[in-house]
């Protein structure tokens, strides 16, 4: 909030809406409008803006929404939401500073009968009274190498990208979305608790943050990029390391236990061992990308050392610290 | 789809796009701005569906998919938002249909997954809905009262009549409110009127759904089905809203019997008005016999049977 003088009125109301009704503020439809070109010059000069995009079949947008509209609310910022994958363009983007990634990178147009009410209602297809007429399920990647691009340019001429829990999965199925987000997702663990270690203390994200404890999914990743970027460990404090995945470490494309587009395993499982990389943040042209692995609940969003170290992330993304 | 003859190009490419990329190729109001814009009339191009989806309990991600195949099969473009803060009358206006599936709360305060016991929900202070708040304005009720007496639709899906809690504007037009529902369990689905375009061609059904018990306000002619536990499973429910107070507030269990009021339909002004009840997953959504209903229930709403 550098520029604070030049904070609209708008931008002020949208700052200290109530958290509900709140952030969330200026509608999509002003997106490409001609109106929203004139805001935007004037939005470089005043309060940075924010899009997430968000959503898949295992993570509902209402806890997201939820979730993100307290940490933007104590932040002071205005924040818009997305769950329309296919709208993400260098168009959709033009007018934020900051885009924030918080989904997977599978759609599911031919239907699901597991997950798709709430989180963790599984129903099995068996008892379903139309089984004949229910097509098998078949995931298929959403995203397109010119999103990938698009996003690639956004941070390169000086923007910034949060890519949030799941959301390394993306990099699976886009090359220049990897590029970007500089890692992949290996797989996860079911939700069980386990510690998250600071390894670089000297990183303005990790500012004021102590280790934590938190229950939720151990996702397990790859980072591509100089291992000096790498700010978080997570590790299974019970030693539990059963968890095993047939993704290529190395590797580009595959598939693993769980279902993806791909087909069958490029490798035979192996463990991931009990310590997982759970977050990173390098600069990419003009611009910084921020990767943290928690958020699979609200709560998990919410554990104040993981919340504190949210707003370090887009504070340093938005080049506000 | 009787003015086929002036379908723009961009129509066209709309339609013709994939099931998962299609029907839903814009955000909700982006193309406000854009037909407002560039069309003289909205009468003379293809209707236009918006689709107000997802809550706690509701994944948007499952509704979509749902409704994807749903308007690809009519052939008809469909647009979604889940920014419920957003609806308005100017977010209606290019629109000929307002689908809308989502129930009336909020909970800016936390959201532990809707699976999640009631217990855990105490690390939040408090249960489930302790904490929720209701997000539609009476404004907001009003907007989509006025979009349907101008003579368009309102397709008012699954759990989308707890909206009616909580705004008169709303269950004025929506036209009745839901009560409750229990778990998920196999239930019959029974046609009551035969002869309304909406049930035409619809059998009977089964489905293993929440079974949502609805009061209805119009007239019981209205009325187009009824679903009934053929297990002899009743329903004991306490009417509690905490939200609302009251009468009933924290009233003793009552028994609401076998038979629900799950869907119907009326004239709104110049405009019309469909609820029906089952949803709460894709499969039940694309039950066939239901699948096929709501078709039918879009073809009347937008006046094209």
């Not at chain 1, 600071?198 to 790859?222: C, L, R, W």
């Not at chain 2, 009519?74 to 609806?87: A, F, G, R, S, V």
């Not at chain 2, 989308?160 to 239930?187: C, D, I, W």
């Not at chain 2, 110049?270 to 894709?282: E, L, N, Y």
Request: net charge neutral.
């Amino acid at each position: 909030m550098k520029n604070s003088k030049g904070i609209s009125r708008r931008r002020l109301l949208q700052g200290a809406a109530g958290i509900g009704a709140a952030t969330s503020s200026l509608p999509m439809g002003l997106v490409g409008s001609s109106a929203s070109r004139t805001q935007l010059q004037n939005s470089r000069s005043t309060v940075p803006r924010t899009l997430v995009l968000m959503c898949d079949r295992y993570h509902n947008q209402d806890y997201i929404r939820v979730s993100l509209d307290r940490l933007f609310k104590e932040l002071g910022l205005p924040v818009d939401y997305t769950t329309n994958y296919y709208d993400l363009s260098a168009q959709l983007l033009r007018p934020y500073q900051l885009f924030i990634a918080f989904r997977d990178e599978m759609i599911w147009p031919g239907g699901y009968s597991s997950g798709s009410a709430e989180e963790g209602a599984r129903q099995p297809q068996d008892g379903l009274e139309n089984p004949g007429e229910f097509p098998p399920e078949s995931p298929e990647h959403w995203m397109t190498e010119d999103q990938g691009q698009a996003v690639s340019d956004f941070v390169k001429v000086g923007n910034g990208f949060y890519s949030m829990h799941n959301n390394a999965l993306v990099s699976r199925s886009s090359k220049s979305f990897r590029d970007v987000q500089g890692g992949v997702d290996l797989g996860h663990a079911p939700v069980r608790p386990f510690m998250v270690r600071i390894v670089n203390k000297e990183h303005p994200i990790t500012s004021g943050v102590k280790d934590f404890m938190v229950t939720d999914e151990q996702h397990y990743t790859a980072y591509d990029k100089d291992p000096k970027n790498i700010l978080l460990h997570s590790d299974n404090l019970d030693g539990l390391m059963s968890y095993e995945t047939g993704y290529p470490q190395n590797g580009r494309g595959g598939a693993t236990a769980r279902n993806t587009p791909a087909g069958a395993p490029d490798s035979a499982p192996q463990s991931l061992g009990t310590t997982s990389i759970s977050a990173w943040a390098h600069e990419f042209g003009k611009g910084r990308v921020v990767f943290t692995a928690m958020g699979h609940t609200n709560d998990a969003m919410w554990q104040p050392e993981y919340f504190k170290l949210q707003k370090n992330s887009v504070r340093w993304l938005l080049k506000m610290a | 789809m009787g003015n086929a003859n002036k379908i723009s190009r961009r129509h066209l490419l709309r339609n013709a796009a994939a099931l998962a990329a299609a029907g839903a190729v814009e955000s909700g109001t982006l193309p406000a701005s854009q037909v407002s814009a560039s069309s003289s009339g909205k009468s003379n191009v293809r209707p236009r569906a918006l689709a107000l989806i997802g809550d706690r309990a509701h994944n948007s991600d499952a509704i979509r998919v749902s409704l994807d195949r749903l308007f690809k099969e009519l052939d008809l473009p469909i647009d979604y938002t889940t920014n419920y803060y957003d609806l308005s009358k100017s977010l209606l206006e290019p629109y000929q249909l307002f689908v809308c599936f989502r129930d009336n709360y909020i909970f800016p305060n936390g959201n532990l997954p809707a699976n999640r016991s009631q217990t855990a929900a105490g690390a939040f202070g408090g249960g489930a809905f302790a904490n929720a708040d209701y997000w539609i304005t009476e404004e907001q009720g009003q907007a989509v009262q006025e979009f349907v007496a101008a003579g368009n639709g309102l397709y008012s899906l699954h759990n989308n009549a707890f909206l009616s809690r909580s705004s008169k504007n709303y269950r004025e037009v929506q036209g009745g409110v839901a009560l409750s529902h229990p778990a998920l369990r196999p239930f019959k689905v029974r046609i009551v009127n035969k002869e309304h375009p909406v049930t035409k061609g619809v059998e009977d059904f089964m489905v293993t759904d929440e079974q949502h018990y609805n009061v209805y306000d119009k007239g019981p002619n209205n009325i187009l089905l009824h679903s009934e536990n053929l297990d002899g499973l009743t329903f004991e429910a306490v009417l509690r809203d905490p939200k609302e107070g009251g009468p009933g507030a924290s009233g003793p269990p009552q028994n609401l019997g076998t038979t629900s009021v799950s869907g119907w339909a009326h004239e709104y002004g110049r405009g019309r008005v469909v609820f029906t009840a089952i949803g709460h997953t894709i499969h039940a959504m694309w039950q066939p016999e239901h699948l096929k209903m709501q078709k039918n229930a879009i073809r009347w709403l937008l006046k094209m049977a």
